[in-house]
């Protein structure tokens, strides 16, 4: 079975400033994926970044890059250079075992402020 | 290029009446799955299928039935709806490979009463 942990529920910060998403995960398939997406308050699900598990580089999408711990299992979302247009839900989510349908995280609030 | 599309995007139930949501897309993705999202819990998968004619259930299946009988169109049916199946449900759907991101649709927001 695989776990997707998102440990904050909400988290603050000032524009302009960097911020970090926490996401830990848990599957015993040495072959995994991990996602993040946006859900801005419109309701819109937004892809934003993905890490594979045998990906030698963490990922990067823009402003959006993902802190790739293998060993401590982490996978957080770092967004630099905060925007008030990224207050939103973030969730992370992973796939594993062959499957590509993926499990979801509770997700994690992002309010930035001017 | 539409995507992923459920109809509709609000509805009001009355406790043991049935309905369906519908989903459909025109990627020609294999995967299509239909997740319910509440507050504090994130999504929950409910039922994926991996290709026209195969389906199966996920974490919170109960009080559910889907169908896949093209590959275009993964319909969700309440069977007696019940106030627990208030929620915001999504569809999704993916090509099916390494690294490939769900496509959602923008939501069917369901209150039962």
């Known amino acids: 079975a695989q776990k997707i942990t998102q440990t904050q529920p909400g988290m603050f910060v000032q524009e302009k400033e960097a911020v970090t998403l926490d996401c830990t995960y848990d599957t015993s398939d040495p072959s995994y994926g991990l996602f993040w997406y946006k859900q801005p308050s419109s309701g819109e699900m937004i892809f934003l970044i993905y890490?594979?598990?045998?990906?030698?580089q963490n990922a990067t999408e823009g402003r959006y890059s993902l802190n790739f711990q293998k060993a401590r299992k982490s996978a957080n979302l770092v967004i630099s250079a905060s925007q008030l247009g990224d207050s939103a839900m973030y969730f992370c989510?992973?796939?594993?075992?062959?499957?590509?349908?993926?499990?979801f995280g509770r997700g994690t609030s992002l309010i930035v402020h001017p | 290029n539409a995507g992923v599309t459920q109809t509709p995007k609000f509805q009001v139930l009355k406790t043991g009446q049935s309905m369906t949501l519908q989903c459909a897309q025109d990627?020609?993705?294999?995967?299509m799955s239909w997740y319910r999202q509440d507050p504090g819990m994130g999504l929950r998968l409910i039922h994926y299928?991996?290709?026209?004619?195969?389906?199966d259930q996920g974490e919170v299946p109960n009080g559910y039935n889907v169908s896949r009988s093209t590959t275009e169109d993964f319909p969700l049916r309440l069977l007696s709806a019940a106030p627990s199946q208030t929620s915001v449900y999504f569809c999704?759907?993916?090509?099916?490979?390494?690294?490939?991101?769900?496509?959602f649709g923008d939501g069917t927001r369901l209150s039962i009463l």
């Open positions: 989510a992973m796939n594993s075992g062959g499957s590509y349908i993926p499990t």
């Open positions: 990627m020609n993705h294999e995967y």
């Open positions: 890490q594979g598990s045998y990906d030698q």
């Open positions: 299928s991996v290709g026209a004619g195969i389906t």
């Open positions: 999704a759907s993916s090509k099916g490979a390494v690294g490939q991101p769900q496509h």
